[in-house]
Nanobody, 123 residues
Framework: QVQLVESGGGLVQAGGSLRLSCAASGRTFSSYGSGWFRQAPGKEREVVATISGGGGITYYAPSVKGRFAISRDNAKNTVYLQMNSLKPEDTDVYYC????????????????WGQGTQVTVSS
């Protein structure tokens, strides 16, 4: 198990930017893939972006491609999600997660989850 602590959520106007951070501890961080997911009330959780342990492989949901960027700093045991050109439909609770494998895009393979941070985009 890895412990994950998220920060950086908040309220922003449409077109603005936020950076989410996820600080990890508990196991060798660079050996495992990480991801960001989001969930609105009454809806299923969906993948936003994923990144391999070494940072060389990334995936983005089509709805955020070109606007969001996932990155990691293994020296700081931290994963980031830079969110630009935010839209009201990006309003959700965002969760970071860590997998037990070097890289995966499958939600069921993520075994550690943060508590979630609220992102609200006003129009």
């Amino acid at each position: 198990q890895v412990q994950l602590v998220e920060s950086g959520g908040g309220l922003v106007q449409a077109g603005g930017s936020l950076r989410l951070s996820c600080a990890a501890s508990g196991r060798t961080f660079s050996s495992y893939g990480s991801g960001w997911f989001r969930q609105a009330p009454g809806k299923e959780r969906e993948v936003v972006a994923t990144i391999s342990g070494g940072g060389g492989i990334t995936y983005y949901a089509p709805s955020v491609k070109g606007r969001f960027a996932i990155s990691r700093d293994n020296a700081k045991n931290t994963v980031y999600l830079q969110m630009n050109s935010l839209k009201p439909e990006d309003t959700d609770v965002y969760y970071c997660a860590a997998s037990s494998t070097p890289y995966t895009r499958t939600e069921s393979n993520y075994d550690s989850w943060g508590q979630g941070t609220q992102v609200t985009v006003s129009s």
